[in-house]
């Protein structure tokens, strides 16, 4: 499956914001499953962007909007070829194939194993591995005691989507998995964190994936499941929001314990006490799969016609960066000879903020919440 993704997010702010400084996680990632054709990145106002890898391997953008703003908005555009079809599972044994993994006692049992994947079966900082996600792993474990692994991450994924109800409004970006279980509600995110507090009350380790439901159409957020390590195949993605294991409509953008690890956006700026966030996220299913595949066949050779398009298409986006990078610079020199004004006192009735008024604000984070399909 083909898809093109466009993420918006804009900030209004109450009153002119300045030293925004931001990161953001948007630019989906490729791996065996997927593939990342071209991203783009747009901020307004303009604003020069470093871009590196975190410790899980996702791709983090970097920028800072130094001078005064009274908006500011990020739209990130991605063209994804994901290599399977939209009912066809990204990983685990085929519909045809019987179950090989070992069983889950044993699995729990292998210290070298424990050892490898310590950090995704230990508590994060929104999945606290409670009382009450303790007692709902040990039932599950207790309905089958010879279970593999796999079936025990996907009766654990089936289980989370009975339990909860999909509401909006009832949880928050920083509820915790106790927070969920106990309103019995919440979002994508929320049950993509009881799935991975099951698996790691049960020994088997478990990840957060931030990223898109393609084919969608329009939606107010991006979207997130869970993925358990279980040999021999590697990491094994469900949905418990939908209550199915993952397919070609699923795209990858990031890694990670838990939401705080892969969040969209965050960020810090001085200025206005209040920021109203608007999301939209949009995917559109391309046609032309196979002819895009076909570019990095056998050493991955490419007709003279489609390398001369790429090439001039990066010499565009090179030339549009550096407009950016101009327009930047000459924002901050306005920026800076309007402060200078304010400074001599030639701006009279504007507050100067005192150390403890100016202190910076956190960015509202996104709550990644797409509704699961009809």
Not at 80 to 108: M, T, Y
Not at 251 to 277: C, F, H, N, P, Q
């Amino acid at each position: 499956m083909r898809y093109r993704i466009t993420h918006r997010t804009s900030y209004r702010y109450s009153a002119p914001a300045y030293e925004s400084f931001n990161e953001v996680r948007l630019q989906p990632v490729t791996d065996e499953a997927q593939t990342c054709l071209d991203f783009g990145l747009t901020i307004d106002p303009p604003a020069s962007v470093i871009a590196f890898r975190d410790y899980y391997g996702n791709a983090v953008h970097d920028f800072s909007v130094p001078y005064l703003h009274d908006q500011l908005t990020v739209e990130a555009t991605s063209d994804v070829i994901v290599a399977a079809g939209v009912d066809e599972p990204l990983s685990g044994p085929a519909a045809d194939e019987a179950d090989s993994s070992p069983l889950l006692q044993a699995l729990v049992g292998d210290e070298q194993f424990i050892d490898d994947q310590i950090e995704f079966l230990t508590p994060s900082t929104y999945i606290g591995l409670g009382d009450v996600s303790r007692e709902f792993a040990e039932q599950l474990i207790a309905e089958d005691a010879g279970q593999s692994a796999y079936a025990f991450f996907i009766r654990a994924g089936e289980a989370v989507h009975r339990r909860l109800i999909y509401q909006l409004g009832t949880t928050t970006v920083h509820s915790t998995v106790s927070d969920i279980l106990a309103v019995g509600s919440g979002v994508c995110q929320d049950f993509a964190h009881v799935l991975i507090a099951l698996a790691r009350h049960a020994g088997l380790p478990a990840r957060y994936v931030s990223g898109y439901l393609g084919g969608e159409g329009e939606a107010a957020a991006s979207h997130a499941w869970a993925e358990a390590f279980i040999p021999p195949y590697g990491w094994v993605g469900f949905d418990a929001t939908s209550g199915k294991r993952c397919t070609g409509r699923h795209v990858k953008i990031g890694v990670g314990r838990d939401y705080a690890d892969v969040s969209v956006m965050r960020g810090t700026y001085r200025g206005g006490t209040a920021a109203e966030l608007d999301v939209s996220v949009h995917t559109e299913t391309l046609a032309g799969v196979r002819n895009t595949v076909s570019m990095k066949g056998a050493g991955g050779a490419r007709a003279r016609g489609e390398l001369i398009q790429y090439q001039s298409l990066g010499a565009l986006k090179q030339l549009q960066r550096l407009r950016a990078m101009s327009q930047s610079l000459t924002a901050m020199a306005q920026s800076i000879d309007q402060l200078s004004e304010v400074i001599e006192g030639e701006l009279p009735g504007m507050i100067r903020e005192s150390p403890e008024q100016g202190a910076p604000h956190q960015q509202p984070q996104q709550q990644q919440q797409v509704a699961p399909s009809k």
